[in-house]
């Protein structure tokens, strides 16, 4: 592969034009990945100018001892040669495990994200860049499918998505194969870490990629990658037209109900005739943009709690009172879905 080839698709899919005057943050691990995302990037920046500038963000979870300090270590020797400026967070996995009863797995995503959304918005960073790719898409795809996701999550990774009004993820590498890297890395004579955990088979996801993947690929169809993307894909289309769709049913279910806050609780509440007698899957969705641009936290928030919400709306008893994730309080009264929250 011209190792430029991997550098102009990256520029295809997200022209300099749109960010060299801003401050990026990309989030590097050491892995393979990231290391091309950051050289990639240097190098587009390099040729396009601007007056924004590069940061490189290394999350160390000290999962690993010496292995994680020695990979902080490489990083920080890789973007000193490059002139990239650095900063190395420090996180706390158990510690984020014990206080929300997450996996090891799970806790390590929340505090990576955490911390590098306080590190992006300290450097006045507005995009912050992850090295995901169409392998990586493809394995989180098929992940959720197995844990039984519904279209919204089969839709895959999205290229771009808001984490604060001024800060946005971006994936630039999405579209890129894990061979494709590997190749613009060998071109470029330039070295990576290799992460031991990625092999351990404890973690689904490891299993997934290293044997039920290949299982398929080799047992099944070769083309078993593409299938699976053409699925989000259609996904996708389908997710964007009933989110569109729930965004008309909530702007009339919100009219003249805006969200108060008093006392250190806010309060939502949606007019239940102007949800009722429409498909349930609308409610769901209409529901959920509701929560998320409130402010509240998704996680927790899985397919049994959305239905159990859409039915106080579908089946709207006087007083009856739901206790959702995160101490989201959900009652109806008077004919409106009241939802209720504590708020620092």
Same mark, same amino acid.
């Given at each position: ?12 899919? $997200?022209?300099? /034009? ?45 999962? =690993? ?8 270590? $490489? ?35 929340? +505090? =990576?994200?955490? !911390?590098?959304?306080? #590190? ?10 992850? /090295? ?28 771009? =998505?808001?984490?604060? @009004? ?6 630039p590498m999405l579209s890129c194969t894990r061979n494709e890297i590997l190749a613009y890395l060998s071109e470029r004579e330039q070295s990576f870490c290799n992460d031991q955990s990625n092999t351990d088979s404890q973690f689904v996801r490891n299993r997934l990629r290293n044997e039920l993947l290949p299982l398929l690929r080799s047992n099944y169809d070769e083309k078993v990658d593409r299938a699976i993307l053409r699925l989000s894909e259609q996904a996708l289309e389908i997710q964007s037209f009933l989110e569109a769709e729930a965004r ?9 109900? @805006? ?17 009722? *007698? ?7 969705? #209409?529901?959920?943009?509701? $929560?998320?641009?409130?402010? !509240?936290? +998704?996680? +927790?928030? *899985? ?5 159990? !919400? ?5 089946? @709207? ?7 959702? @994730?995160? *101490? ?5 009264? +008077? ?5 209720? $929250?504590?708020?620092?």
């Amino acid at each position: 592969m011209n190792p430029t080839a991997l550098v102009q698709k990256i520029g295809s899919s $997200w022209p300099p /034009a749109t960010w060299k005057d801003v401050n990026i943050g990309i989030a590097l691990s050491g892995g393979a990945d990231s290391v091309a995302l950051l050289r990639s990037l240097e190098e587009i920046k390099q040729s396009n100018g601007g007056s924004g500038e590069l940061f490189a963000l290394h999350v160390n979870h000290h999962l =690993r001892g010496e292995a994680s300090d020695g990979e902080q270590h $490489w990083c920080e020797e890789l973007c000193r040669k490059l002139e990239i400026p650095f900063e190395a967070l420090q996180g706390d996995v158990a510690r984020r495990a014990r206080k929300e009863g997450d996996g090891i797995e799970a806790a390590a995503r929340h +505090e =990576r994200y955490a !911390l590098l959304t306080q #590190a992006a918005e300290r450097c006045g960073i507005r995009y912050l860049a992850f /090295a995901h790719t169409q392998n990586d898409q493809v394995e989180t795809i098929l992940f959720r499918l197995l844990r039984g996701t519904g279209i919204r999550g089969i839709a895959g990774m999205s290229r771009v =998505r808001g984490l604060t @009004p001024t800060l946005s993820l971006i994936r630039p590498m999405l579209s890129c194969t894990r061979n494709e890297i590997l190749a613009y890395l060998s071109e470029r004579e330039q070295s990576f870490c290799n992460d031991q955990s990625n092999t351990d088979s404890q973690f689904v996801r490891n299993r997934l990629r290293n044997e039920l993947l290949p299982l398929l690929r080799s047992n099944y169809d070769e083309k078993v990658d593409r299938a699976i993307l053409r699925l989000s894909e259609q996904a996708l289309e389908i997710q964007s037209f009933l989110e569109a769709e729930a965004r008309k049913l909530l702007s009339h279910s919100l009219r003249g109900s @805006p969200a108060d806050a008093q006392n250190g609780t806010t309060r939502l509440k949606l007019n239940i005739a102007a949800l009722a *007698n429409r498909p349930e899957i609308l409610i769901r969705e #209409a529901l959920r943009i509701a $929560w998320r641009e409130s402010g !509240l936290a +998704e996680q +927790e928030m *899985n397919f049994d709690w959305w239905c159990k !919400l859409a039915d106080l709306v579908l089946s @709207p008893a006087s007083n009856r009172v739901l206790n959702l @994730p995160g *101490n989201v309080r959900a009652q109806v009264i +008077e004919n409106r879905l009241h939802l209720e $929250w504590q708020h620092s």
